[in-house]
């Protein structure tokens, strides 16, 4: 890809902090805050070494930093804040798409000099990459969007239909919200053998320490997990 090109594309990872992601998400079998957060973390790590190794412009936008009521408001936030920098596309990513690769993101930014748009369609419904030009970015509409639903991927093809704004769709791919979706990803050859090692120790570390617990019966927490998708996560 031309230098010039790198230069007018941005990526963007949009994410919850670490501690939020485990209290939201349930990634194991026996519900466990640690589990939870070393599995977060894990993620999020690999989401920002994967973005960072495209070597175009990244800039992660993290709890600490997003602005807004509502999780559409705080994204479109997020845009707004890379395109006043000067950029005329951004790629915006989650934490929750393991197989997204690289070279993934170096195809979409290459369409982006073609298209004025580019989706990255999850099995669930809802968007694993969204990679737009500063000409298609409407914040308004934008930001209304049906985010954290099983309808938004739909809902901004509508959006970009509506306004004309060309488009490419990107391979499927699987994103992780809960347990048996990352049990499905760790089943699969897609992500990397150091992500999948990390992962499979941290769960069966955390399973053998319940084991034990079950041996010897102590007062355990129980806690409950909404179904908010992280984005991506979109």
């Excluded at 090109?5 to 349930?26: H, I, M, P, Y």
Aim: charged share 15%; glycine share 6%; proline share 3%.
């Amino acid at each position: 890809m031309a230098i010039s090109q790198q230069q007018n594309t941005a990526l963007l990872l949009f994410t919850r902090s670490q501690q939020e992601e485990a209290r939201v998400k349930d990634f194991s079998s026996v519900h466990s805050l640690r589990s939870n957060s070393l599995i977060a973390g894990h993620l999020i790590s690999h989401a920002e070494k994967t973005a960072r190794s495209t070597g175009l412009p990244c800039f992660v936008i993290n709890s600490a930093h997003q602005h807004g009521n509502t999780f559409g408001e705080k994204l479109s936030d997020a845009f707004q804040q890379i395109f006043k920098l000067g950029f005329e596309n951004v790629i915006a990513i989650g934490n929750d798409c393991p197989s997204l690769s690289a070279q993934d993101l170096r195809t979409a930014a290459f369409q982006l000099t073609s298209k004025q748009a580019v989706l990255g369609p999850a099995s669930d419904g809802g968007l694993y990459l969204i990679g737009l030009n500063k000409s298609a970015f409407h914040a308004v509409s934008f930001s209304a969007l049906p985010w954290e639903t099983a309808i938004v991927q739909d809902m901004m093809q509508v959006y970009l239909s509506d306004k004309a704004i060309t488009y490419i769709l990107s391979d499927v791919k699987e994103d992780i919200d809960f347990g048996k979706q990352l049990n499905s990803v760790l089943a699969g050859s897609h992500i990397s053998l150091h992500l999948r090692t990390s992962i499979r120790s941290i769960i069966a570390s955390i399973v053998q320490q319940f084991s034990k617990q079950f041996q010897h019966p102590i007062t355990i927490n129980h806690r409950i997990y909404t179904s908010l998708r992280a984005p991506p996560v979109y």
